[in-house]
């Protein structure tokens, strides 16, 4: 017979990623604001970034619902792959994605530029991972990025922002703490101490956005949940 913690456990969602922020990282924090207890499932990276327990799941089988790849949430009634549905869903389970359809739609709209924001970065070219380009290269896309680029983005998002009706300095949507919230959190607030850094003066002219994202990180699950998170790379 099942022991009462083993049932627990069943019930309770499991998600395997690396064991690194990466696209995980906002699923896990939603998951925590949602109040819900979580098994953080983390491949080891070793050498070469090489990840042995993720290749054998990989070639049992075991992530096939997101095409062998991570993240994948687990749940007592089936599983999820990418990164983004997983997100929705887990706020949507924990009240963050408004209180109608129409907000819902605007929190997921907010979510869906800074989606942009993050994929316009990755297709600059000067990440750590970028194998095309000297060092000489990606310092000067950087520094492009960061000065022009990315306040660009910034100052449309904040327009947006302000633009949506029913809405207070703190929070994006319906006066309340969202999905967006955290998204908007996630791109001002998350990295290193240096990406952290050029962020603050990208977003120097954007109020609204360092006021949600300040919200957000005051907010003592969030505050406690980066504390004690594992250290990780990236």
Request: hydrophobic content about 45%; charged content about 25%; overall charge negative.
């Amino acid at each position: 017979m099942m022991t009462l913690l083993a049932l627990h456990a069943l019930a309770m969602p499991k998600l395997q990623y690396f064991d690194a922020r990466g696209a995980a990282e906002l699923t896990r924090v939603l998951l925590k604001l949602s109040g819900r207890e979580f098994i953080d499932t983390r491949y080891k990276i070793g050498p070469g970034f090489d990840a042995p327990e993720f290749k054998a799941d990989k070639a049992s089988g075991a992530l096939a619902m997101n095409l062998d790849r991570a993240p994948l949430l687990v749940l007592p009634q089936g599983q999820l792959g990418q990164s983004k549905a997983i997100e929705r869903f887990v706020a949507y389970e924990g009240g963050l994605m408004g209180g109608s359809a129409f907000e819902a739609a605007q929190i997921d709209m907010l979510a869906e530029h800074v989606r942009d924001v993050k994929d316009a970065q990755g297709r600059k070219g000067f990440g750590p991972f970028s194998r095309d380009k000297t060092e000489e290269e990606k310092k000067a896309l950087a520094e492009e990025w960061y000065s022009s680029d990315l306040p660009s983005w910034l100052r449309r998002i904040e327009a947006c922002v302000v633009g949506l009706s029913g809405r207070d300095a703190s929070h994006a949507v319906g006066g309340a703490m969202s999905y967006a919230d955290v998204c908007i959190w996630a791109l001002l607030r998350e990295g290193t101490p240096e990406d952290i850094a050029l962020v603050a003066s990208a977003s120097a002219e954007c109020p609204t956005l360092n006021c949600i994202a300040d919200t957000v990180a005051a907010n003592p699950v969030v505050a406690t949940w980066v504390e004690e998170r594992p250290k990780t790379m990236f």
